[in-house]
């Protein structure tokens, strides 16, 4: 009896060691689990944040060499027309010399476009160059708020432009501009003897009107993805509270 006894007491203090063994391991494989199921589920908004990033990147360098394209092309335009406004041709048809350009010819609303253009040229080109740093090629806050301000600025630019430069276009009373004079006299071959070819320039201005329009979408789409960017963010906050960087790439 003594010997079962004794036996028993041994049973009894080896399972009242090994309880705190066992809750302690339980314990710490907890935390380890929870962590898991926290990577695993934030690993489909890591990918989407990668995804976000390179698309704003990809906008951005599509914005930068449009816009550089428009001022390209819009220079070009101005200095035909500036070499050549003085210009004089010979009208068989009224026997006098005919300036090759009406005198009353508005350049404004082209100016317009070429430093709008310019200046959007510019931001992005800063945008682009900057996306070499980390912090501005990740979504973080501060990639968040130069893209906010760059997009801002060159949708209010486009759209003030875009409404002024159109207006003239289909004003019949304010109805010569580059763009207008340049379609409306294109089939004229004694003024591409004297300018150049206005087809080509006609091409070249509708060119530039219609990438405008492109660009304004462009930023749109950057704008977007910062309001993705916040959208997600509310759902990637640490336990404090404290905002994390979304692409870890």
């Known amino acids: 009896m003594d010997q079962a006894t004794a036996a028993q007491q041994d049973a009894e203090q080896s399972r009242t060691l090994l ?9 710490a494989s907890m935390p380890a689990q929870s962590k898991s199921q926290k990577a695993a589920s934030s690993t489909p908004l890591m990918t989407a944040s990668t995804t976000t990033s390179r698309i704003r990147l990809i906008v951005r360098i599509l914005s930068f060499l449009l816009t550089g394209a428009i001022v390209i092309v819009l220079a070009h ?16 048809r009224l026997q006098i010399d005919i300036r090759v350009w ?17 200046a959007a040229t510019l931001l992005s080109g800063t945008l682009c160059v900057g996306s070499f740093s980390k912090v501005v090629r990740r979504l973080t806050p ?15 630019l486009w759209i003030a432009v875009a409404i002024l430069y159109k207006a003239d276009d289909l004003n019949p009373a304010e109805h ?3 763009l207008s004079f340049t379609c409306g006299r294109r089939h004229d071959a004694a003024l591409d003897a004297a300018i150049g070819n206005l087809g080509s320039l006609c ?4 060119y530039a009107w219609w990438v405008t329009i492109a660009v304004g979408l462009l930023e749109l789409v950057a ?13 990637s906050r640490g336990d404090k509270g404290a905002y994390r960087m979304l692409d870890t790439k």
Do not use: E, H
């Not at 309880?19 to 314990?27: C, D, K, R």
């Open 223 to 235: 704008l977007g993805t910062v309001v993705w960017a916040w959208w997600s963010g509310r759902w």
């Open 142 to 156: 501060t990639s968040n708020i130069l893209t906010m301000a760059v997009s801002a600025v060159a949708l209010a």
């Open 176 to 178: 010569w501009d580059m």
């Open 77 to 92: 335009a101005l200095s035909i027309y500036f070499s050549s406004r003085d210009k004089t041709m010979y009208d068989a």
């Open 19 to 27: 309880l705190p063994t066992a809750l302690s391991s339980t314990g």
């Open 203 to 206: 091409l070249q201005m509708r």
């Open 102 to 118: 009406p005198n009353n010819m508005k350049t404004r609303p082209t100016l317009l476009l070429l430093g709008a253009a310019s």
